[in-house]
């Protein structure tokens, strides 16, 4: 039971270039969530899936756009990658309820140069 | 709208000392989860506790414990007997209920680094 896994863990970019930041979880959640984490910033939403097929919006979208590919699965793509998405990236999953506890991953370093 | 205060952003404390982590928190809803999660130097966010709105006993896990208190929408965190293995950043975060269109998401404080030295 491997809980909730990200790939790569470390991404070196150029500005302009393009990226897919992976990740799977195997607790059967419902709900599955990007954060970035900067200094002093704390983690902030950028987008989250509710359910398979479903997308939203959080905080800080603009810029990065994610697929729910099926229960298990939820990617994040940067498709022109700028120095201002330098950041640590988290993905999370919960059972979908307010009560719920999110789990996360162990976090993707991102460079953009 | 929701908001998480951590107004400390870091604390060095010797170890052996007790600390307490202060979270102030902000929602209109009647219905919410307070959470906090600890951050250790190697990066991964380890779920520590989940409190709802309406349980405000106070809850005491080894030499962790917690204060929720809706009084002062507060729910501060202490160490006791503070250990090196302690430092780490501790973030508070808040989700409220579904009700009055709430959703699932969470809210974090921005965090406070602690480190306990030996």
């Known amino acids: 039971n491997a809980g909730v896994t990200q790939t790569p863990k470390f991404q070196v970019l150029k500005t302009g270039q393009s990226m897919t930041l992976q990740c799977a979880q195997d607790?059967?959640?419902?709900?599955m969530y990007w954060y970035r984490q900067d200094p002093g910033m704390g983690l902030r939403l950028i987008y989250y899936s509710a359910s398979e097929g479903t997308t939203d919006k959080g905080e800080v979208p603009n810029g990065y756009n994610v697929s729910r590919l099926n229960k298990r699965e939820f990617s994040l793509r940067l498709e022109s990658a700028a120095p201002s998405q330098t950041s640590v990236y988290f993905c999370?999953?919960?059972?979908?309820?307010?009560?719920?506890?999110?789990?996360f991953g162990p976090g993707t370093r991102l460079t953009v140069l | 709208a929701q908001k998480v205060t951590q107004a400390q952003t870091e604390i060095s404390v010797v170890e052996k000392e007790d600390v307490t982590l202060d979270c102030v928190y902000e929602?209109?809803?009647?219905?919410?989860?307070l959470f906090w999660y600890k951050q250790p130097p190697s990066g991964e966010l380890v779920f520590l506790i989940r409190?709802?709105?309406?349980?405000?006993q106070n809850e005491i896990s080894g030499r962790y414990s917690w204060n929720f208190q809706k009084s002062t929408s507060s729910f501060n965190f202490t160490i006791t007997a503070s250990q090196v293995v302690d430092s780490a950043v501790y973030f508070c975060a808040l989700s409220e209920g579904q009700t009055q269109g709430g959703s699932e998401k969470l809210v974090f404080g921005k965090g406070m680094k602690l480190t306990v030295n030996p």
């Open positions: 999370a999953s919960g059972s979908g309820l307010a009560a719920n506890t999110q789990y």
């Open positions: 607790m059967n959640h419902n709900s």
């Open positions: 409190r709802n709105s309406f349980d405000e």
């Open positions: 929602t209109r809803d009647t219905t919410y989860y």
